[in-house]
Nanobody
Framework: QVQLVESGGGLVYPGGSLRLSCTAS????????MKWVRQAPGKDIEWVSS????????YYTNSVKGRFTASRDNAGNTLYLQMNDLKPEDTAMYYC?????????RGQGTQVTVTN
């Protein structure tokens, strides 16, 4: 079964950290660039980060630069997003998504809530 499964979300205070994981199965994970997107309540989906096939090149939306780091373990079919210095405006459902291939492949998401 072709799927992506995110985990690692939670409730944190501002300034806190979380590490999201996205485990892939059913396709050649190491053949695809990957990205993280997020959706806050009542808002459109927002691109957060993209990561190249080998993990050597990453791009970030301006609001998370210097705070978030994307990485991947191709041997373990897993994508990561290390999120530091979290802010309330980072509160959203976070999804990993395959770049390319047939159709849109996105996981079910993991909720990140940053609040006092």
């Amino acid at each position: 079964q072709v799927q992506l499964v995110e985990s690692g979300g939670g409730l944190v205070y501002p300034g806190g950290s979380l590490r999201l994981s996205c485990t892939a199965s059913g396709f050649g994970f190491s053949d695809y660039a990957m990205k993280w997107v997020r959706q806050a309540p009542g808002k459109d989906i927002e691109w957060v980060s993209s990561l190249s096939i080998d993990g050597s090149t990453a791009y970030y939306t301006n609001s998370v630069k210097g705070r978030f780091t994307a990485s991947r373990d191709n041997a373990g079919n897993t994508l990561y997003l290390q999120m530091n210095d979290l802010k309330p405006e980072d509160t959203a459902m976070y999804y990993c998504e395959r770049m390319g291939g047939s159709g849109t492949l996105r996981g079910q998401g993991t909720q990140v809530t940053v609040t006092n």
